[in-house]
């Protein structure tokens, strides 16, 4: 007995509907997941200029894995400690909306985690999407303890730019041959500044430029007439850096996980936090030729530095058609970079950058201000105690301790974690909640030194209601000397609407504001001798840190907490803690 054809239609009919049906919800299943990975904090021998160590690492890995995710997706990351030290990582540039219990710094928004515990933070990346990291935030192990977390576009959404060949994460860091731990240990008990590293490197590896060190050299292998994406990264502990590719131009497409209108550049400056997206178009034919990518300091403080270059090795791939040289022969270009103190290209840099403001990828500057802060920035001194003095370990200036403060307070960290002081309304004891808004004694900011260097100490906050349209200019002071401060935000981006040198002008600057295109980060360069202005919306609540990113200037009291209070919607309102939440 035959079927007929209308069954057999029919079941087509159908057949293609159910699959068509299971491809959809499989795409909508895929459109944002929950993924899971897993932090060994371990030690692990690692070598280099001829120095083998034992580092903390995630893994066993230098630098740490590699995070992937789209945006919308939910992540799931158990952190177990292995190690003596108490561990806590920070997912730097993540916005934790309502999420504050796994930003990761330690004693504001968790306790670390001990030896032998663990601890899952747990988010959703929620409007994000491109270059960030992950980094230890607790003393100095993110000098080993750090990686990239790259946010992929949500599934079928192109980059607003050409669609590249790769994407290569290039993650700049410092190297020590001593222990970092030892290092600030020894600066804080001294009060003197600290040891400096031995070497920058990229990707781990510090280059053939440093003794002992050709054979731990990065190389960017590429292909002639191709598009690159390079997810530049700067993990370096207390150095801004320069960046250049000999005779190759870069396209920056994104600053700190947010598209920028296309600027063609020779050389990049990215300061420590901060992450830039580039496009390498390779030249249209084999060069027959290597090139040297360099990068190097920028340095405007009075204290000692790491005055080395870092180099990687830009590399064609070739065949015999190409070239009759073996690639060791080939001529090899390096980069001009600028002078290390070059404040000049420095702020033109920074000046250029513009947010893209398309309607797809809107700049939403706060119009409107519901709070104007101002907040000074730079070093100070600390007195020495008697029995150092007698001592005579107090190296700072004139017999003094280095310090440094906001508004002349130098941050004293708890002994708990903030975050929980706020939410179990038992800040008593631990903090109190005012944070000056502008400095107590008005001075000549970027005049000449005073002789009075002292700073005040304390665990002040700073509380802003929910939905506070702040804008907070950071100005630099030059109390031991002009410098330039990479100042990080948690739990927000803000738009940085104006820079210039000198004192800030109430009445002037803010008249030359961009309110159109300015440029978001969640980390911004404070010009030496000069002040920059943000504005960002207060719509995220929690206890939020803002601190300068050179971390011996975090750990000198360069730092300071806002709370951001619960809005009266339930999904304005910080989500209780989870369970396994660490205890001090």
Not at 107 to 131: A, F, K, L
């Amino acid at each position: 007995m035959g079927v007929s054809i209308f069954s057999l239609q029919a079941f087509f009919r159908l057949f293609l509907f159910s699959f068509i049906t299971l491809c959809l919800s499989s795409e909508l299943a895929v459109a944002s997941i929950t993924r899971h990975y897993k932090f060994e904090i371990k030690l692990q021998n690692i070598t280099r200029l001829c120095h083998t160590k034992s580092v903390v690492t995630v893994n066993g890995q230098f630098p740490g894995p590699r995070i992937v995710a789209r945006e919308g997706d939910n992540l799931l990351i158990k952190v177990v400690n292995h190690v003596h030290n108490n561990i806590s990582i920070h997912w730097h540039g993540i916005r934790q909306l309502r999420s504050g219990w796994a930003d990761g710094p330690a004693y504001v928004t968790q306790c670390p985690i001990q030896t032998g515990n663990s601890y899952v933070y747990n988010y959703t990346i929620v409007g994000q999407r491109g270059t960030l990291w992950w980094h230890a935030h607790i003393s100095w192990l993110r000098s080993t303890v750090y990686g990239p977390l790259i946010i992929l576009p949500k599934r079928g959404v192109p980059y607003p730019f050409i669609k590249p060949y790769k994407e290569v994460p290039i993650v700049f860091g410092e190297w020590w041959n001593a222990d970092p731990e030892a290092v600030i240990n020894q600066a804080l008990q001294t009060g003197g500044g600290p040891n400096v590293s031995d070497a920058y490197t990229i990707n781990g590896l510090p280059g053939p430029l440093y003794n002992c060190s050709a054979k731990d050299t990065f190389k960017l292998k590429v292909q002639a007439g191709k598009t690159y994406l390079l997810r530049l990264i700067n993990a370096a502990l207390n150095d801004e850096l320069f960046f250049s590719i000999a005779n190759h131009t870069l396209k920056v497409v994104e600053t700190d996980a947010v598209y920028v209108k296309p600027l063609n550049t020779n050389t990049i400056l990215i300061a420590p936090g901060q992450t830039t997206n580039v496009l390498l178009k390779t030249k249209p034919n084999f060069p027959n030729a290597t090139f040297l990518m360099t990068a190097r300091p920028y340095v405007t403080g009075l204290g000692t530095f790491d005055n080395s270059t870092l180099a990687g090795i830009l590399e064609y791939e070739t065949t015999t058609f190409h070239s009759n040289l073996p690639l060791n022969k080939l001529p090899l270009h390096k980069p001009t970079l600028p002078a290390l103190n070059d404040t000049s290209f420095a702020t033109k840099f920074a000046s250029k950058l513009r947010s893209l403001n398309t309607p797809q990828f809107p700049a939403n500057v706060p119009q409107k201000v519901d709070k104007r802060l101002f907040f000074t920035i730079g070093l100070g001194t600390n007195l020495c105690s008697q029995q150092q003095h007698n001592n005579q370990t107090c190296q700072g200036p004139n017999g003094t301790m280095f310090a440094a403060s906001i508004n002349n307070v130098s941050f004293t960290m708890p002994n708990t974690a903030l975050l929980q002081s706020h939410f179990f309304g038992q800040s008593k004891g631990v903090y109190s909640p005012d944070f000056p808004i502008s400095p107590l004694t008005p001075f000549n900011y970027t005049g000449a030194q005073l002789n009075n260097t002292n700073v005040g100490n304390g665990t002040k906050l700073m509380v802003l209601p929910f939905n506070t349209s702040v804008e907070l200019v950071l100005q630099d002071t030059s109390i031991l000397g002009a410098e330039s401060h990479p100042l990080h935000l948690h739990g927000f981006n803000f738009f940085i609407v104006g820079q210039g040198f000198g004192n800030f002008d109430q009445n002037k600057d803010p008249k030359k504001f961009n309110l159109v295109d300015p440029v978001e980060r969640n980390t911004v360069g404070v010009p030496s001798g000069g002040w920059v202005a943000i504005r960002f919306l207060a719509d995220n609540p929690g206890v939020w840190f803002m601190h300068c990113h050179l971390e011996i200037h975090t750990s000198w009291g360069l730092k300071m907490a806002w709370v951001v209070l619960d809005g009266k919607l339930p999904n304005q309102k910080l989500l209780p803690p989870p369970s396994d939440l660490p205890t001090c």
